[in-house]
């Protein structure tokens, strides 16, 4: 496909979704294609739309987050242009998780855009379960490999659409519940002690929903448990009121276990690592990066 120039609209909470979006944008800018890419928050720009549309997301509640559902309702009329559909989850293209494009396709398909391609990409955890640095490492790893390969087909004019199981159709429709219930949480988040009144969160939350006053955070009723106060606060004095199940032990920075990937060198094997059943999406995503290569390096 003759494709000049492409739109990445992606929500990013705490760094995942950004290096896929990474991936995309490199991958589209090495076959010469003008890339505009938009983070989605609070500050959102216009966009003048090119040849196709790719909207990336985390995965939240079985769907895509709230601010993606925001931006299409105010996104142009897509006439007929084509669009990709990016999901990123810590578990892969597996129930609960199969449905968790559907809304958003459809919700692009009344805006009048022609989605071709849909795809999951997989990064490391930052809800309930922590990965080690070696499964981290080969995540990170496949994200350029997984997103060449996406583009390379789009361009080819591949298309590429799933059928969900049937069950995930229903978690995808109950996960509308625990969006609602965001707000509940956003609430709930406390400062401690340690909080020395930086405003980093306030600075950094997406959705504008932290304001300080007398120099300590207060919460608003827009949250959707993004994480990124929590894990990103330099004094890790940021705590869940409920929920504190879902925060990971050890905290969670993508940047960090980025820099730590730098130094792993040697890799266990594939079938090795994602033994569990649990960890089988996983297992496929990263047995299609490498294809005939492993994931040794010199």
């Known amino acids: 496909m003759d494709y000049k120039k492409v739109n990445l609209a992606y929500f990013s909470g705490t760094g995942g979704t950004s290096k896929v979006t990474d991936a995309f944008e490199k991958a589209f800018s090495d076959h010469s294609i003008d890339v505009e890419r938009t983070e989605l928050n609070r500050k959102n720009k216009p966009i003048t739309l090119g040849d196709l549309l790719v909207v990336l997301f985390p995965i939240y509640a079985f769907n895509a987050p709230i601010p993606i559902d925001e931006w ?26 199969t449905a968790c494009r559907v809304a958003t396709i459809r919700h692009l398909e009344r805006k009048g855009y022609h989605v071709i391609y849909e795809r999951m990409f997989v990064m490391p955890s930052n809800f309930l379960i922590k990965y080690d640095d070696s499964l981290c490492a080969m995540m990170l790893r496949a994200a350029p490999e997984i997103a060449e390969k996406s583009v390379s087909d789009i361009l080819a004019g591949v298309q590429r659409r799933t059928t969900p199981y049937g069950i995930d159709r229903l978690a995808s429709k109950l996960g509308f519940w625990e969006k609602k219930a965001s707000k509940f949480f956003g609430k709930q988040l406390l400062a401690n002690d340690s ?29 959707v448990i993004c994480l990124r106060c929590v894990y990103g606060c330099p004094q890790k004095a940021i705590k869940p009121g409920i929920g504190k199940f879902i925060v990971v032990n050890g905290g969670f920075s993508i940047d960090n276990i980025e820099n730590r990937m730098r130094y792993v060198t040697v890799f266990p094997p594939i079938e090795d690592i994602t033994k569990t059943p649990s960890l089988k999406g996983v297992r496929d995503y990263l047995m299609e990066s490498v294809g005939e290569k492993s994931f040794q390096s010199t």
Do not use: L
Not at 75 to 91: C, D, E, F, L, Q
Not at 195 to 223: L, T, Y
């Open 72 to 97: 299409i309702k105010e996104a142009p009329m897509g006439m007929g242009r084509p669009a990709a559909v990016i999901s990123v989850s810590g578990g892969g293209e597996i129930s609960p998780n």
């Open 195 to 223: 909080c020395e009144g930086c405003s980093w969160c306030q600075n950094h939350c997406p959705r504008g929903n932290i304001k300080m006053h007398d120099k300590k955070p207060v919460f608003g009723n827009d949250c």
